[in-house]
């Protein structure tokens, strides 16, 4: 995954945000550890919501609309982890955009987790 990002890494590095906003730079390896921390983190959340017994598709509650806004953030990285699994190449631009799509993206997860954690308590 570190090699799709050597592209998106300046002589600055990579300047991103944290999932609450606050801009924070990072050198590529750095990036490419929390590029791959979200992707995993995103990808537990979805498999816990999927295989969860009261799960249902319904977009109109607030656990189907956090969810849908979650699928829409993670997918500009979903789609570059996807393309370099294949072997296939990515845009720049693809690569460029995770800056922003990946803080997004875990901001989004989070929301889906902390309304799932909601759900179950008594």
Not at 77 to 92: F, R
């Amino acid at each position: 995954m570190l090699s799709l990002l050597s592209l998106c890494v300046g002589c600055g590095g990579v300047r991103t945000k944290t999932p609450e906003g606050v801009p924070v730079t990072m050198d590529e390896q750095q990036f490419g550890t929390y590029v791959e921390q979200v992707f995993r983190h995103h990808n537990a959340v979805v498999n816990e919501l999927l295989f969860s017994p009261d799960y249902q598709d319904d977009r109109n509650s607030p656990l189907g609309q956090a969810e849908a806004n979650m699928a829409f953030a993670c997918l500009p990285l979903n789609d570059v982890v996807a393309a370099s699994a294949l072997g296939q190449n990515t845009s720049i631009w693809a690569r460029m955009t995770l800056s922003q799509a990946v803080p997004d993206c875990e901001a989004a997860t989070r929301a889906v987790e902390g309304l799932m954690k909601g759900s179950r308590q008594p």
